[in-house]
């Protein structure tokens, strides 16, 4: 094997490396009364961490209220209740603006998750 070969694979190596070790989180954004998020939460919220997607992405709730976190950044601004955001590394990937439904939100999150190469095969 050639130096030049061994140091490709090698860099090759460390990249899959960080790349499958992006920090993937899904942010919703929710705030008080938001019928919406309570109708998400009574019928996604108790398995969602269960899921291969919860495992990929787990949940991570913040106000609408509040400050934005500054560990995270949003792509615009944030005006629904709820909206869920697919946050790689911080920087906000996609989103989901309002809850469609049990059936729609899987099937939409899927999409964000497959459409930024996150793998949740488990």
Do not use: H
């Not at 090698?10 to 989180?25: K, R």
């Not at 209220?65 to 920087?91: E, H, K």
């Amino acid at each position: 094997m050639s130096l030049r070969f061994i140091i490709f694979s090698m860099a090759l190596s460390l990249s899959s490396a960080f790349s499958a070790a992006a920090d993937t989180v899904l942010v919703m954004v929710e705030e008080k009364g938001c019928v919406w998020c309570a109708r998400w939460n009574e019928e996604i919220a108790q398995i969602y961490p269960k899921t291969t997607e919860g495992k990929a992405a787990p949940l991570r709730r913040i106000d609408m209220q509040a400050a934005r976190p500054d560990d995270l950044t949003f792509s615009r601004s944030l005006n629904f209740t709820p909206t869920f955001v697919l946050m790689v590394d911080g920087i906000e990937v996609s989103r989901i603006e309002g809850y469609p439904g049990e059936d729609f939100f899987w099937g939409q999150l899927g999409q964000m998750l497959s459409d930024a190469s996150i793998d949740v095969s488990g």
